[in-house]
């Protein structure tokens, strides 16, 4: 299961990595509820839920449970991550640029890479689809 959330953060990041880490909080936060859910339905995970970041620093600031003077002013609201870290809620694992898929949903790109990310969600080309349906 995954879910996928493009919504414009509200607060402005100094760094890319900072973009990073708000993008990972808020991801941790849906995963947290998902994981809430699926209780609910009697289906409850022991290992931390996987988080995909594609950002190193990103990682080393979710991770480290003391905040420096790079964070002090990354609002606490988004440091929660740490603790469902360290609850093993969710892990937080490195993902390359190349290998994100979600790209094709935020980013411009030219052809080749749109048609290989395309197809790796499963989405078929319009043109291949031609005479597969009858009317």
């Known amino acids: ?59 080393a600031m979710a991770r480290n449970p003391i905040h420096h003077q790079k964070t002090r002013h990354i609002s606490r609201k988004f440091h929660f991550i740490r603790e469902a870290i360290q609850a093993k809620e969710i892990e937080l694992i490195y993902c390359k640029t190349e290998d994100q898929i979600a790209d094709i949903l935020t980013n411009a790109m030219p052809k080749d890479r749109f048609v290989s990310l395309r ?11 031609e005479g597969s349906v009858g009317m």
């Open 1 to 59: 299961m995954f879910s996928w959330a493009f919504i414009k953060q509200n607060v402005v990041a100094l760094s890319t990595a900072e973009a990073k880490y708000v993008s990972a909080a808020k991801a941790t936060s849906q995963a947290k509820w998902l994981r809430f859910v699926l209780e609910d339905f009697g289906e409850e995970r022991v290992e931390g839920t996987p988080v995909l970041c594609d950002n190193t620093s990103a990682i």
């Open 119 to 129: 197809s790796l969600l499963g989405v078929k080309s319009a043109k291949g689809l």
